[in-house]
């Protein structure tokens, strides 16, 4: 359950869902907030450091997205219902040619904006590999602490 626009998953995404109690609709942003934090806290344990923000061009575009500097690391999106709310995040852990291939073409067929440069994962930020074991132990310990 991504956001507003085309997302594509490959074997370098890391998809991150949190359910929790929600007694109305209301509280969206604090959600955001909550749960952003304990991204970028859990990705600055791992050496990255980012923003909340949007960038021009990125694909599925929000202002509570993950970046370092121009590049996308991560894409949020919310549900509520009544009584409970679900909070995701897509962060791509490394780079994939075909799945960035696939996510320009169907940009492109949908008429969408799609910015190439804002295209990256922690591993090219980095400029390490961060393994799935690692973020999610940290992702775990932040988003429950």
């Known amino acids: 359950m991504s956001g507003g626009h085309a997302v594509v998953l490959s074997p370098g995404s890391l998809c991150v869902g949190l ?7 209301g509280g969206i942003y604090e959600r955001y907030e909550r749960f952003g934090g304990g991204l970028a806290a859990a990705l600055a344990d791992v050496g990255l450091i980012v923003e ?9 575009p929000g202002a509570w ?5 121009k590049v996308k690391l ?6 509520a219902i009544k009584g409970a709310a679900w909070l995701e995040a ?6 994939h040619l075909a799945a960035r291939q696939l996510l320009t073409e169907v940009y492109a067929a949908l008429v969408l904006p ?4 804002t295209l990256g994962s922690m591993a090219e930020v980095a400029g390490v590999e961060v393994t ?6 940290r992702l775990v310990e932040r988003l429950t602490g």
């Open 19 to 25: 359910a929790e109690p929600a007694s109305s609709f």
């Open 52 to 60: 909340h923000g949007a960038l021009a061009g990125e694909w599925c």
């Open 65 to 69: 997205s993950l970046r370092a500097g």
């Open 74 to 79: 991560a894409g949020l999106a919310q549900r």
């Open 90 to 95: 897509v962060i791509e852990l490394a780079p």
């Open 114 to 117: 799609l910015e190439v440069g």
């Open 132 to 137: 799935f074991d690692a973020i999610a132990a």
